[in-house]
């Protein structure tokens, strides 16, 4: 079946610093990939979506500057925490699909992000 | 319009019974309906879909109830198990762009023995 990969699956960062996070897709190629924010006992909130070979589309109220998405390839998106913060700190998930309608969606096992 | 409403927010079920999740949406466009289950610190895995023009989909134990006319759809785990225990959520997209997904809140489903 479709696997997603994605590291680290945990990181602590201090405040200030970078955190870049690797999304992949071991088994398809995908144009498009989605990149999720969950809060502890929270629903999946969709940050963005990740196109490949061009700019990423933001949900509103997501500050692009502060999350840098980049799928250079048809197998990997990342996800740039800029400046990270505390309230930064949280879990995020990306996700990515096979070619094909109803092809159903795969998630990574997301990345713990703690800044301290 | 484009929210996707789940219940109960938490479920306790005995062992070897049926624990059921709701869900209801607005917006007549939504076209694709899966489960996702979800382990704590894991990303959610795709239990069953179902798209609209049918009203039941079984999958061993997992059924979807589907009643569009209702604009509601719900999740059925039969004889449910501890291993079971997961938060589950639904979740929505539109025909043409399914891989988007729309989120309800999600259910914590605790099976105790």
């Known amino acids: 079946g479709a696997v997603v990969s994605q590291h680290p699956s945990r990181v602590i960062c201090k405040s200030g610093t970078s955190v870049k996070i690797e999304c992949r897709s071991l088994d398809f190629q995908a144009t498009t990939m989605f990149w999720y924010r969950q809060f502890p006992k929270q629903s999946l909130m969709l940050m963005a979506t990740s196109n490949e070979g061009s700019k990423a589309t933001y949900e509103q109220g997501v500050e692009k500057d502060k999350f840098l998405i980049n799928h250079a390839s048809l197998t990997l998106s990342t ?16 996700s990515a699909s096979p070619a094909g309608e109803y092809s159903p969606l795969h998630f990574g096992n997301g990345t713990r992000l703690t800044v301290t | 319009q ?57 999958e061993g134990r997992f059924t979807i109830s ?21 938060t589950y959520f639904c979740a929505a ?5 399914t891989d988007k997904l729309i989120f309800g809140t999600g259910t914590r489903l605790q099976v105790f023995p």
């Open chain 2, 2 to 58: 484009q929210q996707v409403k789940q219940s109960p927010q938490s479920l306790i079920v005995q062992k070897g019974g049926i624990s059921i999740i709701n869900c209801a949406y607005e917006n007549t466009a939504f076209d694709y309906f899966p489960w996702y289950q979800q382990f704590p610190g894991k990303g959610p895995a795709l239990l069953i879909a179902i798209r609209p023009d049918v009203s039941e989909k079984k």
């Open chain 1, 79 to 94: 996800l740039t925490v800029t400046s990270a913060h505390p309230e930064d700190s949280s879990f995020y998930i990306c």
């Open chain 2, 93 to 97: 997209s539109y025909r043409y762009n």
């Open chain 2, 66 to 86: 589907f009643n569009k006319s209702a604009k509601q759809f719900s999740l059925h785990i039969m004889d449910s198990q501890p291993g079971d225990s997961a």
